[in-house]
Each structure stands twice: as C-alpha cells, then as structure tokens.
C-alpha cells in the first residue's frame, strides 16, 4: 500500500541511525535478532556491521529497534 501524503519516514530514520552511528537490533519476520550498526541502505537492502558486514533484505525486517531515542526532523522518536 502506498504513501498518499508522499511523506516518507523510513529514509529520515534509517538516515539518521546510520549518520549516528547509533547501535540498533533488527528483528526478522523469522523471529532472528540481528545486533549492529548500520552502515548503508537502499530501497531493498541495508548493511548492518557488528563483527562482520551483512546485507538484510528490508523484505524480510519485522522491525529496527535503535538503542537511544532518535530525533527526525525536529521530532523525538
């Protein structure tokens, strides 16, 4: 399902995560736990290093949990 308002707010919060370097655990649909810090994203992946580097599919997060609040735009996540 689309965005009608066209407001995005995956990108401002991935963004800044990444910016920040702030430590996130991201859920799997699977129910795996992933620890790290997340290095790049596009519209289809993102890399999250910790050890090592990985490449997550988005299609298959459940959810991105970051280990601080997070500001975006103004706004206290």
Do not use: W
């Not at 990444?18 to 736990?33: A, E, H, Q, S, W």
């Not at 992933?34 to 992946?45: R, S």
């Amino acid at each position: 399902m689309g965005n009608p308002s066209g407001h995005n707010v995956q990108d401002p919060f991935l963004n800044t995560v990444r910016r920040d370097r702030v430590p996130v655990t991201i859920f799997l649909i699977n129910g795996i736990k992933l620890q790290g810090v997340i290095t790049a994203f596009d519209n289809y992946c993102l890399t999250l290093k910790n050890n090592v580097t990985q490449l997550v599919f988005k299609h298959a997060i459940s959810t991105v949990m970051p280990s601080r609040n997070i500001e975006i735009g103004g706004e206290s996540e």
